[in-house]
C-alpha cells in the first residue's frame, strides 16, 4: 500500500503565478481533504472532497480551488500566488462513514516556496 | 473561527521522565480530539484520539479529556529521545474539519 501521495515534493514560483499540486489518496480512502501548514504553525483546513464536489472549505479565499476526480485523486489549484502562500501543503485522506477521522493519513506533503 | 491553544514550549524532559503536553480548545461542540506527532519536515502522523471524558492508554501514551474544562492532556511516560518532536493536538468540528493548534516542541535529553 503506497498511503497518500503527493506531487511534486517541492516548489518554487514567483509572485502572481499559478500552481497545481496533486495527491493521490491511501487505497480504499474516498475522500480527501487539503491542509496548509505555514511554518511554525499547526495544519490549517483548506477544503475537503468527497464524490468529486467540495464537501467542506475553511477560511480561505478564492483564489484557492480543487477538484476531484472519479479515481478519487484530487489537485489543488492556487491563482495568484501571494509570498504568504509559501507553506508546506498537506493531503489527507480518509474513508467514509463512522470514525473516519481515526483513520485519516496524511501525505508527506508538497514545500511550496513563492518568491 | 474555533481555536485550539497549545503552549509551543521547547518542553524538555530527561529521558525517562513523564512528558506532559497540555491544549485547551474554544468549542463546546467538538467532541473527538486527536494527538498527531510530527518530525521536522514530516508529515502528521496519529497518535490517539479521545472521545470520551477520562483517560485513554496505549502504551507509554495516555491521553486525558475533559470537556467541562476544554482541556485534552497528552502524557508520554518513559520518554526516550525518538520521542523529539512536534506534538500537534487537533478537535474536530462540524463535519469532518479537524482544527489544529500550533503544536508543542518536545525535547528529550539522553
Known amino acids: 500500500d503506497a498511503g497518500v501521495t503527493q506531487s511534486p515534493t517541492h516548489l518554487i514560483k514567483t509572485r502572481g503565478q499559478q500552481v497545481t499540486l496533486r495527491c493521490s489518496p491511501k487505497s480504499g480512502h474516498d475522500t480527501v481533504s487539503w491542509y496548509q501548514q505555514a511554518l511554525g504553525q499547526g495544519p490549517q483546513f483548506i477544503f475537503q472532497?468527497?464524490?468529486?464536489?467540495?464537501?467542506q472549505r475553511g477560511n480561505f479565499p478564492d483564489r484557492f480551488s480543487g477538484h476531484q476526480f472519479p479515481n478519487y485523486s484530487s489537485e489543488l489549484n492556487v491563482n495568484a500566488l501571494l509570498l504568504g502562500d509559501s507553506a508546506l501543503y498537506l493531503c489527507?485522506?480518509?474513508?467514509?462513514?463512522?470514525?473516519?477521522?481515526?483513520?485519516?493519513?496524511f501525505g508527506s506533503g508538497t514545500q511550496l516556496s513563492v518568491l | 473561527q474555533k481555536e485550539v491553544e497549545q503552549n509551543s514550549g521547547p518542553l524538555s524532559v530527561p529521558e525517562g521522565a513523564i512528558a506532559s503536553l497540555n491544549c485547551t480548545y474554544s468549542?463546546?461542540?467538538?467532541?473527538?480530539f486527536f494527538w498527531y506527532r510530527q518530525y521536522s519536515g514530516k508529515s502528521p502522523e496519529l497518535i490517539m484520539f479521545i472521545y470520551s471524558n477520562g483517560d485513554k492508554e496505549d502504551g507509554r501514551f495516555t491521553a486525558q479529556l475533559n470537556k467541562a474544562s476544554q482541556y485534552v492532556s497528552l502524557l508520554i511516560r518513559d520518554s526516550q529521545p525518538s520521542d523529539s518532536a512536534t506534538y500537534l493536538c487537533?478537535?474536530?468540528?462540524?463535519?469532518?474539519?479537524?482544527?489544529f493548534g500550533a503544536g508543542t516542541i518536545l525535547r528529550v535529553k539522553s
Open positions: 468549542d463546546r461542540g467538538s467532541q473527538s
Open positions: 487537533a478537535a474536530v468540528e462540524y463535519g469532518n474539519k479537524l482544527v
Open positions: 472532497y468527497y464524490e468529486e464536489e467540495e464537501r
Open positions: 489527507a485522506s480518509s474513508p467514509t462513514g463512522t470514525g473516519s477521522n481515526e483513520k485519516l493519513f
